[in-house]
């Protein structure tokens, strides 16, 4: 049985489609979470740097070429911006790999054996006896 679908049709099942909707998901907690880190990184990291390096602005750095201003600081800024965001995506997910190795590295507690078990050695010790 051949039903032709329409592009409507076609459109829903694409989006209901499971790896569909969790890339949607990791798409706006990605969102959120750049928004986070990168507010730690202006908000916090950025002007403790600032401080340590005697309170230098390189976005106000410029050059004139002709009737052209270029905004070499601006650039320079985005640049230490980018570096200093995947240093701290970096060390979280390193701190979150080394979590997760911790848990699968912590051995499984062997399961107590059941009453059957613990009977049969019970006995056969008793017949060692």
Known sequence: MSEKKGFFGEFKE?????????????????????????SLVEDIISPV?????????????????????????????AIINFLLVALVLFCII????????????????EPAPDEQTVLLTEIRDLLKK
């Open 14 to 38: 694409f989006i209901s489609r499971g790896n569909v909707m969790d890339m949607a998901v990791g798409i706006i907690i990605g969102g959120a979470f750049t928004a986070i880190v990168s």
């Open 49 to 77: 740097i600032g401080m340590i390096c005697g309170g230098i602005d390189f976005s106000a750095m410029a050059i004139t070429v002709g009737s052209a201003e270029l905004l070499i600081g601006k650039f320079i800024m």
């Open 94 to 109: 390193r701190a979150m790999n080394k979590l997760k190795k911790k848990e699968e590295e912590a051995p499984a507690e």
